[in-house]
């Protein structure tokens, strides 16, 4: 087998698994034009059609299919052997990029990078925030974050940090004029500040105690997508705001916010770094990997 033919069969690969020359030229780091010309060429050597190609869709035939069979677990162990010798020749270098939602960038991930990348200069981080669930492999990514009920059971995950809560709070001179909520229907009786995702979705506040789940979708003079504002508002006495407790720790300790409902707000486990299950990892996501257990033993 010559060298082009190896580069080739990666390409084909590629495509046949992301069903898109864009994504797999993506993640290949070569043009889309590149990318097609290479599998034509391969095409035409092997005399055979691998692809069936419209303007809207790619997808393997039946000859592709059973070559991707075959091919895939083969290109994984080339992958992962010479992923291993790098990683036991030289240090973690190369791009990381990581998926993952706004919360978890901001609270979680944010801290850990200057740390990171003092131990390993030569890794370039790429944090890319998203809300709604992706495929990482599809989509390029080295790994995500997201919270355990979202993770797909063959992925390996880690966990990032402590337990973390959902904190209700307001202003202490509107819990003065309008009343504490005692229990969590109470919020419907009383302004409240809501988030909205950018999918347009606007999930409900859900509150657990004692075994028991009540959720409830209060209304209030503000709907914002992001935490900046929704705290802006609460601190100017505006609503009552729930957001993750990172969030509001700050201002219930300067006591411009005061916890309300705190008995209805059950710890749940924090954020998982996660990856797809392989033997070998690049060396940046195995070094982040390392770090992020070496700071929850901390």
Partial sequence: M???????????AAVARHRNFRRAAVELGV???????????????????????????????????????????????????????????????GPLRINAPEPAVELVLAPMIAGFLAAY??????????????DIVAEG??????WGESLAQDMVAVSLGPPQRYVVAAAPDLVARVGA??????????PCLRNRFPSGAMPPWEF??????VRVSPTGPLVASGPGALIRAALDGLGFVALFDGYVVPHLASGRLVEVLAD?????????LYYPSRRTLPSALRAFVDYVRAERRG
């Fill in 2 to 12: 010559q060298r082009s033919d190896l580069t080739a069969l990666d390409s084909f």
């Fill in 31 to 93: 043009s889309a034009s590149t990318l097609s010309q290479a599998v034509r060429d391969l095409e035409a050597r092997l005399n055979v059609r691998l692809l069936n190609r419209t303007t809207r869709s790619v997808a393997p035939t039946a000859a592709g299919r059973a070559l991707l069979e075959r091919l895939g677990p083969a290109l994984a162990e080339i992958a992962d052997a010479v992923s291993e010798v790098r990683s036991a020749q030289s240090e973690p270098s």
């Fill in 121 to 134: 200069p030569a890794v370039r981080l790429e944090l890319v925030s998203e809300t709604g669930f992706i």
């Fill in 141 to 146: 990514y080295d790994a995500g974050v997201r």
């Fill in 181 to 190: 909520p005692r229990h969590p229907r109470d919020l419907l009786e009383r």
């Fill in 208 to 213: 657990e105690k004692a075994g028991e789940t």
């Fill in 264 to 272: 209805w707000s059950e710890p749940f486990p924090g954020p998982f």
